[in-house]
Protein backbone atom coordinates (compact mmCIF):
# COMPACT_ATOMS: atom_id res chain seq x y z
CA UNK A 1 0.00 0.00 0.00
CA UNK A 2 1.35 3.40 -0.87
CA UNK A 3 2.03 5.91 1.68
CA UNK A 4 2.80 9.06 0.24
CA UNK A 5 5.10 10.51 3.25
CA UNK A 6 6.81 7.65 4.14
CA UNK A 7 7.34 6.24 0.78
CA UNK A 8 9.48 9.44 -0.41
CA UNK A 9 11.19 10.20 3.03
CA UNK A 10 11.46 7.31 5.53
CA UNK A 11 11.41 3.87 3.08
CA UNK A 12 14.51 5.49 1.50
CA UNK A 13 16.77 4.96 4.04
CA UNK A 14 16.51 1.51 4.09
CA UNK A 15 19.98 -0.35 4.06
CA UNK A 16 21.14 2.89 4.16
CA UNK A 17 24.77 2.32 6.85
CA UNK A 18 25.95 5.61 5.96
CA UNK A 19 25.13 8.48 8.87
CA UNK A 20 21.74 10.51 8.71
CA UNK A 21 22.11 11.99 11.80
CA UNK A 22 25.49 13.48 13.63
CA UNK A 23 25.02 14.14 17.34
CA UNK A 24 26.81 16.62 19.27
CA UNK A 25 29.06 13.84 21.15
CA UNK A 26 29.64 11.92 18.02
CA UNK A 27 27.32 9.63 18.10
CA UNK A 28 25.69 8.54 14.44
CA UNK A 29 22.88 7.03 13.92
CA UNK A 30 22.20 5.26 10.12
CA UNK A 31 19.17 5.73 7.94
CA UNK A 32 18.67 2.30 8.09
CA UNK A 33 18.52 2.54 11.93
CA UNK A 34 16.57 5.84 12.23
CA UNK A 35 14.20 3.41 9.80
CA UNK A 36 13.84 0.75 12.32
CA UNK A 37 13.62 3.92 15.24
CA UNK A 38 10.57 4.89 13.27
CA UNK A 39 8.84 1.88 12.98
CA UNK A 40 9.10 1.04 16.39
CA UNK A 41 7.71 3.99 16.74
CA UNK A 42 4.97 3.17 14.64
CA UNK A 43 3.85 0.18 16.30
CA UNK A 44 3.80 1.68 19.85
CA UNK A 45 1.48 4.04 18.43
CA UNK A 46 -0.90 1.37 17.30
CA UNK A 47 -0.38 -0.38 20.59
CA UNK A 48 -1.76 2.83 22.62
CA UNK A 49 -4.99 2.18 20.01
CA UNK A 50 -3.69 5.43 17.48
CA UNK A 51 -5.59 4.94 14.58
CA UNK A 52 -5.28 6.68 11.08
CA UNK A 53 -6.59 10.52 11.32
CA UNK A 54 -6.21 10.38 15.09
CA UNK A 55 -3.91 13.33 16.23
CA UNK A 56 -0.50 13.08 18.43
CA UNK A 57 0.48 15.98 19.85
CA UNK A 58 4.05 16.47 21.26
CA UNK A 59 5.98 18.93 23.69
CA UNK A 60 9.03 17.00 23.52
CA UNK A 61 12.89 18.14 23.30
CA UNK A 62 14.54 17.57 20.30
CA UNK A 63 16.27 14.25 19.93
CA UNK A 64 16.33 11.32 17.72
CA UNK A 65 13.74 9.50 19.06
CA UNK A 66 11.49 12.88 18.65
CA UNK A 67 12.19 13.03 15.63
CA UNK A 68 11.15 9.36 14.50
CA UNK A 69 8.31 10.08 16.36
CA UNK A 70 6.90 12.82 13.39
CA UNK A 71 8.07 9.53 11.27
CA UNK A 72 5.98 6.76 13.30
CA UNK A 73 2.92 9.49 13.04
CA UNK A 74 3.40 9.50 9.18
CA UNK A 75 3.52 5.96 9.01
CA UNK A 76 0.49 4.77 11.38
CA UNK A 77 -1.24 7.33 9.31
CA UNK A 78 -1.88 9.51 12.14
CA UNK A 79 -1.80 13.65 12.29
CA UNK A 80 1.20 14.87 13.99
CA UNK A 81 0.72 17.90 16.29
CA UNK A 82 4.36 19.48 17.18
CA UNK A 83 3.81 22.17 20.07
CA UNK A 84 6.61 24.92 21.47
CA UNK A 85 8.07 23.29 24.35
CA UNK A 86 8.41 27.01 25.81
CA UNK A 87 4.09 26.77 25.96
CA UNK A 88 2.79 26.66 29.60
CA UNK A 89 0.24 23.57 30.87
CA UNK A 90 -2.73 26.19 30.70
CA UNK A 91 -1.55 26.54 26.67
CA UNK A 92 -1.42 23.29 26.43
CA UNK A 93 -4.45 22.62 27.18
CA UNK A 94 -5.90 24.68 24.21
CA UNK A 95 -4.06 22.75 21.71
CA UNK A 96 -5.31 19.48 23.66
CA UNK A 97 -8.87 20.89 24.19
CA UNK A 98 -9.00 21.85 20.56
CA UNK A 99 -7.20 19.36 18.79
CA UNK A 100 -8.36 16.42 20.70
CA UNK A 101 -5.30 14.33 20.55
CA UNK A 102 -5.25 10.03 20.95
CA UNK A 103 -1.87 10.63 22.85
CA UNK A 104 -0.04 14.02 24.19
CA UNK A 105 3.75 13.24 24.58
CA UNK A 106 5.71 15.15 27.41
CA UNK A 107 8.94 15.89 28.91
CA UNK A 108 9.03 14.28 32.41
CA UNK A 109 9.85 17.54 33.66
CA UNK A 110 6.50 19.11 32.64
CA UNK A 111 4.23 15.33 32.91
CA UNK A 112 3.13 16.19 36.27
CA UNK A 113 1.52 19.73 34.85
CA UNK A 114 0.19 18.30 31.93
CA UNK A 115 -1.17 15.20 33.56
CA UNK A 116 -4.92 16.96 34.13
CA UNK A 117 -4.80 18.58 30.74
CA UNK A 118 -4.54 15.35 29.44
CA UNK A 119 -7.43 13.74 31.79
CA UNK A 120 -9.48 16.24 31.31
CA UNK A 121 -9.52 15.97 27.61
CA UNK A 122 -9.75 12.12 27.25
CA UNK A 123 -5.97 11.97 25.60
CA UNK A 124 -3.18 8.87 26.83
CA UNK A 125 -0.28 11.20 28.46
CA UNK A 126 2.95 9.66 28.21
CA UNK A 127 7.04 10.68 29.00
CA UNK A 128 9.48 10.78 26.22
CA UNK A 129 12.67 13.06 27.56
CA UNK A 130 15.66 14.32 25.20
CA UNK A 131 18.26 11.74 26.28
CA UNK A 132 15.40 9.04 24.93
CA UNK A 133 13.99 7.95 28.61
CA UNK A 134 10.78 7.89 29.13
CA UNK A 135 7.42 5.48 29.29
CA UNK A 136 6.60 6.00 25.45
CA UNK A 137 10.25 5.33 24.99
CA UNK A 138 10.13 1.98 27.00
CA UNK A 139 7.09 0.94 24.53
CA UNK A 140 9.08 1.91 21.47
CA UNK A 141 12.33 -0.48 22.62
CA UNK A 142 9.69 -3.11 23.17
CA UNK A 143 8.64 -3.38 19.40
CA UNK A 144 9.19 -5.14 16.57
CA UNK A 145 11.44 -3.08 13.66
CA UNK A 146 8.98 -3.29 10.82
CA UNK A 147 5.73 -1.45 9.91
CA UNK A 148 3.33 -1.91 7.21
CA UNK A 149 2.64 1.67 6.75
CA UNK A 150 -0.99 3.08 6.49
CA UNK A 151 -2.13 3.88 2.52
CA UNK A 152 -2.17 7.85 2.63
CA UNK A 153 -2.52 9.62 -0.29
CA UNK A 154 -2.08 13.21 -1.54
CA UNK A 155 -5.74 14.73 0.33
CA UNK A 156 -5.09 12.59 3.60
CA UNK A 157 -3.72 14.79 6.29
CA UNK A 158 0.16 15.03 8.11
CA UNK A 159 0.01 16.93 10.02
CA UNK A 160 -1.29 20.32 12.47
CA UNK A 161 0.69 23.43 12.59
CA UNK A 162 -0.75 25.59 15.13
CA UNK A 163 -0.23 29.44 14.00
CA UNK A 164 1.17 31.85 17.18
CA UNK A 165 -2.14 33.32 17.85
CA UNK A 166 -0.92 37.22 18.45
CA UNK A 167 -4.50 38.31 16.69
CA UNK A 168 -6.80 35.85 19.09
CA UNK A 169 -6.49 32.26 19.62
CA UNK A 170 -4.19 30.23 17.69
CA UNK A 171 -5.79 28.21 14.57
CA UNK A 172 -4.68 25.02 13.56
CA UNK A 173 -3.35 24.71 10.05
CA UNK A 174 -4.16 21.26 8.56
CA UNK A 175 -1.56 20.27 6.20
CA UNK A 176 -1.79 17.11 3.94
CA UNK A 177 0.58 14.50 2.62
CA UNK A 178 0.41 16.41 -0.81
CA UNK A 179 1.72 19.29 0.52
CA UNK A 180 4.44 18.67 2.29
CA UNK A 181 5.77 16.31 -0.32
CA UNK A 182 4.96 19.26 -2.98
CA UNK A 183 7.46 21.52 -0.73
CA UNK A 184 10.21 18.93 -0.33
CA UNK A 185 10.71 18.37 -4.00
CA UNK A 186 10.56 22.01 -4.92
CA UNK A 187 13.02 22.95 -2.23
CA UNK A 188 15.51 20.18 -2.87
CA UNK A 189 15.80 20.86 -6.11
CA UNK A 190 15.72 24.59 -6.26
CA UNK A 191 18.35 24.63 -3.31
CA UNK A 192 20.40 21.64 -4.55
CA UNK A 193 20.78 19.13 -2.40
CA UNK A 194 21.86 16.03 -3.04
CA UNK A 195 22.86 12.60 -0.89
CA UNK A 196 26.13 14.21 -0.39
CA UNK A 197 24.85 17.25 1.80
CA UNK A 198 25.04 17.32 5.56
CA UNK A 199 22.92 19.70 7.19
CA UNK A 200 23.98 21.90 9.90
CA UNK A 201 20.18 21.55 12.21
CA UNK A 202 20.22 23.59 15.04
CA UNK A 203 16.26 24.92 14.71
CA UNK A 204 13.68 23.39 17.04
CA UNK A 205 11.95 20.62 15.34
CA UNK A 206 7.83 21.78 16.14
CA UNK A 207 8.07 24.51 13.11
CA UNK A 208 7.38 24.34 9.61
CA UNK A 209 11.45 25.34 9.59
CA UNK A 210 13.31 23.31 11.74
CA UNK A 211 10.79 20.22 10.57
CA UNK A 212 9.07 20.58 7.33
CA UNK A 213 12.00 22.35 5.36
CA UNK A 214 15.28 21.57 7.03
CA UNK A 215 14.50 17.75 8.00
CA UNK A 216 12.31 16.86 4.69
CA UNK A 217 14.81 18.66 2.66
CA UNK A 218 17.32 16.28 4.19
CA UNK A 219 14.82 13.21 3.85
CA UNK A 220 13.94 13.59 0.64
CA UNK A 221 17.35 14.23 -0.94
CA UNK A 222 18.95 11.06 1.03
CA UNK A 223 21.45 13.55 3.02
CA UNK A 224 22.68 13.82 6.51
CA UNK A 225 22.19 16.06 9.29
CA UNK A 226 24.13 17.49 12.05
CA UNK A 227 21.18 17.34 15.05
CA UNK A 228 21.75 20.15 17.50
CA UNK A 229 19.20 20.01 20.75
CA UNK A 230 19.35 23.95 19.98
CA UNK A 231 21.62 26.78 19.27
CA UNK A 232 25.33 26.17 20.80
CA UNK A 233 28.17 28.44 19.26
CA UNK A 234 30.76 26.18 20.37
CA UNK A 235 29.00 23.12 18.57
CA UNK A 236 27.81 25.29 16.12
CA UNK A 237 31.91 25.99 15.37
CA UNK A 238 33.43 22.99 16.60
CA UNK A 239 30.93 20.82 13.81
CA UNK A 240 30.34 23.38 11.21
CA UNK A 241 33.39 21.74 9.12
CA UNK A 242 31.51 18.27 9.10
CA UNK A 243 28.85 20.21 7.23
CA UNK A 244 27.52 21.64 3.96
CA UNK A 245 24.55 23.54 4.48
CA UNK A 246 23.01 25.38 7.30
CA UNK A 247 19.28 26.60 7.87
CA UNK A 248 18.41 29.30 10.36
CA UNK A 249 17.06 31.88 11.77
CA UNK A 250 18.37 35.88 11.86
CA UNK A 251 19.53 35.13 15.30
CA UNK A 252 21.84 32.33 14.22
CA UNK A 253 23.77 34.63 11.83
CA UNK A 254 24.08 37.44 13.88
CA UNK A 255 25.46 35.34 17.00
CA UNK A 256 27.84 33.89 14.48
CA UNK A 257 29.25 37.14 13.42
CA UNK A 258 29.57 37.90 17.15
CA UNK A 259 31.79 35.06 17.47
CA UNK A 260 35.56 35.85 16.19
CA UNK A 261 35.87 31.79 15.56
CA UNK A 262 33.68 32.76 12.78
CA UNK A 263 36.09 32.84 9.95
CA UNK A 264 36.01 32.80 6.53
CA UNK A 265 38.21 29.54 6.54
CA UNK A 266 35.65 28.19 9.14
CA UNK A 267 33.18 28.14 5.83
CA UNK A 268 35.63 27.53 2.90
CA UNK A 269 33.60 24.29 2.51
CA UNK A 270 30.02 25.47 2.68
CA UNK A 271 27.84 25.18 -0.09
CA UNK A 272 24.90 27.21 0.98
CA UNK A 273 23.30 29.34 4.20
CA UNK A 274 19.24 29.85 4.04
CA UNK A 275 17.60 32.21 6.41
CA UNK A 276 14.09 32.57 6.94
CA UNK A 277 11.43 32.85 9.99
CA UNK A 278 11.87 36.53 10.25
CA UNK A 279 13.68 39.19 7.95
CA UNK A 280 17.34 39.22 7.88
CA UNK A 281 19.03 42.79 8.37
CA UNK A 282 20.37 43.98 5.22
CA UNK A 283 23.46 45.01 7.68
CA UNK A 284 23.82 41.45 8.25
CA UNK A 285 23.76 40.46 4.82
CA UNK A 286 26.83 42.84 3.94
CA UNK A 287 28.62 41.72 7.58
CA UNK A 288 28.70 38.00 6.66
CA UNK A 289 29.42 38.56 3.07
CA UNK A 290 32.12 40.27 4.01
CA UNK A 291 33.08 37.81 6.37
CA UNK A 292 32.74 34.58 4.47
CA UNK A 293 32.21 35.19 1.27
CA UNK A 294 28.87 33.73 0.97
CA UNK A 295 25.53 35.43 0.39
CA UNK A 296 22.79 34.35 2.92
CA UNK A 297 19.93 33.11 0.54
CA UNK A 298 16.45 34.24 2.11
CA UNK A 299 12.88 32.69 1.54
CA UNK A 300 9.35 33.37 2.12
CA UNK A 301 6.87 30.90 4.05
CA UNK A 302 4.14 30.70 6.22
CA UNK A 303 2.82 27.55 8.87
CA UNK A 304 -0.14 27.35 6.48
CA UNK A 305 1.69 27.00 3.08
CA UNK A 306 5.62 26.08 4.16
CA UNK A 307 7.55 27.85 1.56
CA UNK A 308 6.20 29.77 -1.19
CA UNK A 309 9.31 32.07 -2.61
CA UNK A 310 12.96 32.04 -2.36
CA UNK A 311 16.16 33.72 -3.75
CA UNK A 312 17.64 32.03 -6.62
CA UNK A 313 20.33 29.26 -5.71
CA UNK A 314 22.30 30.75 -9.05
CA UNK A 315 21.58 34.33 -9.69
CA UNK A 316 20.99 37.71 -7.59
CA UNK A 317 20.05 37.26 -4.02
CA UNK A 318 18.90 40.17 -2.82
CA UNK A 319 19.35 42.18 0.30
CA UNK A 320 15.64 42.95 1.57
CA UNK A 321 14.04 40.75 -0.70
CA UNK A 322 12.62 36.76 -0.89
CA UNK A 323 13.14 35.98 -4.28
CA UNK A 324 10.82 34.34 -6.32
CA UNK A 325 7.40 32.29 -6.40
CA UNK A 326 8.60 28.97 -5.99
CA UNK A 327 8.24 26.54 -9.36
CA UNK A 328 4.35 25.65 -8.99
CA UNK A 329 3.48 28.38 -6.99
CA UNK A 330 1.53 31.41 -8.01
CA UNK A 331 1.91 34.74 -5.49
CA UNK A 332 -0.02 37.35 -6.70
CA UNK A 333 -0.08 40.97 -4.55
CA UNK A 334 -3.77 42.51 -4.00
CA UNK A 335 -5.40 45.46 -2.98
CA UNK A 336 -6.84 44.60 0.55
CA UNK A 337 -9.58 45.80 0.18
CA UNK A 338 -10.82 44.64 -3.26
CA UNK A 339 -8.60 42.26 -3.72
CA UNK A 340 -7.86 43.38 -7.00
CA UNK A 341 -4.40 42.34 -8.58
CA UNK A 342 -1.80 45.39 -8.13
CA UNK A 343 0.32 46.23 -10.64
CA UNK A 344 4.41 45.84 -10.26
CA UNK A 345 5.55 48.29 -7.27
CA UNK A 346 2.57 48.50 -5.54
CA UNK A 347 2.24 47.83 -2.13
CA UNK A 348 -0.59 45.12 -0.77
CA UNK A 349 -1.69 41.81 0.23
CA UNK A 350 0.08 38.71 -0.34
CA UNK A 351 -1.70 35.82 -2.11
CA UNK A 352 -0.92 32.97 -2.33
CA UNK A 353 -1.85 29.32 -4.34
CA UNK A 354 -0.58 25.75 -5.17
CA UNK A 355 -0.34 22.38 -3.68
CA UNK A 356 1.81 23.92 -0.82
CA UNK A 357 -1.26 25.27 0.88
CA UNK A 358 -3.10 23.91 3.37
CA UNK A 359 -6.55 22.45 3.70
CA UNK A 360 -8.21 25.06 6.00
CA UNK A 361 -8.40 25.65 9.44
CA UNK A 362 -8.97 22.84 12.15
CA UNK A 363 -12.55 23.10 13.43
CA UNK A 364 -12.88 26.82 11.93
CA UNK A 365 -14.99 26.61 8.92
CA UNK A 366 -15.68 30.44 8.98
CA UNK A 367 -12.00 31.22 9.65
CA UNK A 368 -10.68 29.32 6.61
CA UNK A 369 -13.65 31.08 4.57
CA UNK A 370 -12.17 34.01 5.58
CA UNK A 371 -8.29 33.32 4.47
CA UNK A 372 -9.15 30.72 1.52
CA UNK A 373 -10.77 32.56 -1.27
CA UNK A 374 -13.05 29.79 -3.39
CA UNK A 375 -10.35 30.04 -6.27
CA UNK A 376 -7.46 28.60 -4.03
CA UNK A 377 -5.64 31.75 -3.42
CA UNK A 378 -4.98 32.21 0.63
CA UNK A 379 -4.82 35.50 2.19
CA UNK A 380 -1.73 35.66 3.88
CA UNK A 381 -2.14 38.62 5.78
CA UNK A 382 1.31 40.15 4.88
CA UNK A 383 1.76 43.41 2.67
CA UNK A 384 4.50 43.07 0.10
CA UNK A 385 5.01 44.68 -3.31
CA UNK A 386 7.04 43.15 -6.53
CA UNK A 387 10.35 44.85 -7.87
CA UNK A 388 10.80 45.70 -11.47
CA UNK A 389 12.81 42.48 -11.92
CA UNK A 390 9.94 40.37 -9.72
CA UNK A 391 11.64 40.16 -6.60
CA UNK A 392 9.17 39.94 -3.82
CA UNK A 393 9.38 42.23 -0.77
CA UNK A 394 7.68 41.57 2.42
CA UNK A 395 6.54 45.09 3.82
CA UNK A 396 5.02 43.80 7.31
CA UNK A 397 1.78 42.55 8.48
CA UNK A 398 -1.82 43.91 7.51
CA UNK A 399 -2.34 44.13 11.30
CA UNK A 400 1.00 46.06 11.67
CA UNK A 401 -0.45 48.45 9.72
CA UNK A 402 -0.40 51.91 11.13
CA UNK A 403 -3.14 54.42 10.76
CA UNK A 404 -2.55 57.73 12.18
CA UNK A 405 -5.00 60.48 11.03
CA UNK A 406 -6.79 58.67 8.68
CA UNK A 407 -3.17 57.68 6.66
CA UNK A 408 -1.58 54.46 6.06
CA UNK A 409 1.89 54.08 7.53
CA UNK A 410 3.99 50.34 6.47
CA UNK A 411 6.68 50.48 9.60
CA UNK A 412 9.08 48.44 7.30
CA UNK A 413 9.01 51.84 5.46
CA UNK A 414 10.32 53.68 8.64
CA UNK A 415 11.97 50.40 10.02
CA UNK A 416 14.68 51.16 7.21
CA UNK A 417 15.43 54.38 7.52
CA UNK A 418 16.17 53.99 11.48
CA UNK A 419 18.15 50.69 10.91
CA UNK A 420 20.64 52.43 8.59
CA UNK A 421 21.32 55.68 11.26
CA UNK A 422 24.39 55.53 13.21
CA UNK A 423 24.63 53.72 16.88
CA UNK A 424 21.24 51.47 15.66
CA UNK A 425 21.49 47.58 15.37
CA UNK A 426 17.74 47.57 15.22
CA UNK A 427 14.44 48.86 15.02
CA UNK A 428 10.66 48.38 15.39
CA UNK A 429 8.09 51.02 14.37
CA UNK A 430 4.23 50.20 15.84
CA UNK A 431 1.37 52.30 16.11
CA UNK A 432 0.08 53.25 19.78
CA UNK A 433 -3.22 54.96 20.94
CA UNK A 434 -3.12 58.82 20.52
CA UNK A 435 -5.97 61.22 21.43
CA UNK A 436 -5.79 63.30 18.44
CA UNK A 437 -4.80 61.08 15.75
CA UNK A 438 -5.93 57.45 16.45
CA UNK A 439 -2.95 56.13 16.57
CA UNK A 440 0.89 57.73 16.60
CA UNK A 441 3.76 55.83 14.99
CA UNK A 442 6.77 55.28 17.57
CA UNK A 443 10.08 54.21 16.47
CA UNK A 444 11.75 51.20 18.91
CA UNK A 445 15.41 51.08 18.64
CA UNK A 446 17.66 48.91 19.65
CA UNK A 447 21.37 50.51 20.38
CA UNK A 448 24.56 48.90 18.67
CA UNK A 449 26.73 48.00 21.73
CA UNK A 450 28.74 50.48 23.20
CA UNK A 451 26.98 53.26 21.04
CA UNK A 452 24.13 55.81 22.29
CA UNK A 453 22.04 56.62 19.13
CA UNK A 454 21.36 60.00 18.84
CA UNK A 455 17.54 60.12 18.74
CA UNK A 456 17.48 64.36 17.71
CA UNK A 457 20.28 63.37 14.96
CA UNK A 458 18.10 60.60 13.84
CA UNK A 459 14.53 62.92 13.53
CA UNK A 460 16.46 65.05 11.90
CA UNK A 461 16.66 62.61 9.20
CA UNK A 462 13.66 61.40 9.38
CA UNK A 463 12.36 64.50 9.10
CA UNK A 464 14.20 65.03 6.00
CA UNK A 465 13.13 61.16 4.46
CA UNK A 466 9.70 61.07 5.40
CA UNK A 467 5.94 62.75 4.98
CA UNK A 468 5.17 64.55 8.23
CA UNK A 469 2.36 61.54 9.08
CA UNK A 470 4.41 59.08 8.63
CA UNK A 471 7.53 60.33 11.34
CA UNK A 472 7.54 58.46 14.95
CA UNK A 473 5.79 61.00 17.58
CA UNK A 474 8.55 59.41 19.84
CA UNK A 475 11.41 57.22 19.36
CA UNK A 476 12.70 55.25 22.27
CA UNK A 477 15.69 52.63 23.16
CA UNK A 478 15.63 49.35 24.33
CA UNK A 479 17.41 46.72 25.34
CA UNK A 480 16.13 44.19 23.12
CA UNK A 481 13.19 43.49 21.23
CA UNK A 482 10.97 41.05 21.83
CA UNK A 483 11.05 37.72 20.18
CA UNK A 484 9.47 34.38 19.58
CA UNK A 485 11.52 31.31 19.50
CA UNK A 486 11.64 31.65 15.58
CA UNK A 487 13.10 34.89 15.95
CA UNK A 488 9.92 36.89 15.01
CA UNK A 489 9.82 40.70 16.83
CA UNK A 490 6.85 40.43 18.50
CA UNK A 491 5.22 43.77 18.08
CA UNK A 492 2.03 43.42 20.09
CA UNK A 493 4.21 43.44 23.36
CA UNK A 494 5.75 46.51 21.78
CA UNK A 495 2.22 48.35 21.54
CA UNK A 496 1.49 46.98 25.08
CA UNK A 497 4.53 48.08 26.75
CA UNK A 498 3.94 51.76 25.32
CA UNK A 499 0.07 51.69 24.82
CA UNK A 500 -0.47 54.07 27.65
CA UNK A 501 2.87 56.86 26.12
CA UNK A 502 0.22 59.48 24.05
CA UNK A 503 -3.09 58.52 26.41
Known sequence: MANLLFDAFFAPQA????????????????????????????????????????????????????????????????????????????????????????????????????????????????VLNGDGSGSFADLVNAQSDSFTPVERGADDLAAFLYTSGTTGRSKGAMLTHGNLLSNAQVLTREWRFTDADVLLHALPIFHTHGLFVATNVSLMAGGAMIFLPGLNMDDMIRLMPRATTMMGVPTFYTRLLDDPRFTADLTAHMRLFVSGSAPLLAETHVQFEERTGHRILERYGMTETNMNTSNPY??????????????????????????????????????????????????????????????????????????????????????????????????????????????????????????????????VIVAEPGQTPDLEAIDKVLRASLARFKQPKALKIVDALPRNTMGKVQKNELRGQFGTLFT
Open 15 to 126: GRTRPFLILPDGTEISGATFLAMVNRVANALVANGVKPGDRIAVQINKSPMALAVYGGAVAAGAIFLPLNTAYTAPEIDYFVANATPKLLLADGAKAEGLTPVAQAHGATLM
Open 314 to 443: EGDRRAGTVGFPLPGVEVVVTDPTSGAVLPQGEVGMIEVRGPNVFKGYWQMPEKTREELRDNGFFITGDLGRFDEDGYLSIVGRQKDLIITGGFNVYPKEVELILDDQPGVMESAVVGVPHPDFGEAVLG
